[in-house]
């Protein structure tokens, strides 16, 4: 497979692992998360499932390099994309305040 194809579906596995990532870990975490799960690591190299086939394609140091840096830019723009947690303050009550004069003299 050329490295353009393989290029093709890395960059595929990415744009889909993005879709459902979990939100409150970190980016390094999900980064070590995506490599685990698309990109199998065996005795320090990684290695890509092609789907299609059902076998293994060895990688090399630049293409693991190259869907690092995609992986954490496109992340980066999703997450500038994510809708923010508005903060609501919360007024705080005035002149609530109970008088027991008026109960206490009451008989």
């Keep these: ?10 960059s595929g596995s990415i744009t889909f692992y993005l879709k459902y990532y979990d939100k409150e870990l970190s980016n390094e975490e999900l980064l070590k998360d995506y490599l685990e799960y698309t990109l199998n690591e065996e005795d320090g ?3 890509y ?8 394609i060895d990688l090399d140091d630049e ?3 190259k869907a690092k840096k995609a992986f954490m830019e496109r992340l980066e723009k999703r997450r500038l994309k994510e809708p923010k947690e508005e903060v609501k303050e919360v007024a705080p009550i005035k002149n609530n ?3 027991f004069s008026k ?3 009451k008989k």
Excluded: P, R
């Excluded at 499932?49 to 293994?56: A, H, M, R, S």
């Design 63 to 65: 293409i693991v390099d």
């Design 49 to 56: 499932l092609d789907k299609q086939t059902f076998e293994y």
């Design 45 to 47: 190299k990684y290695q």
């Design 97 to 99: 305040v109970v008088s």
């Design 103 to 105: 109960y206490k003299n």
């Design 1 to 10: 497979m050329d490295v353009h194809k393989l290029w093709l579906k890395i």
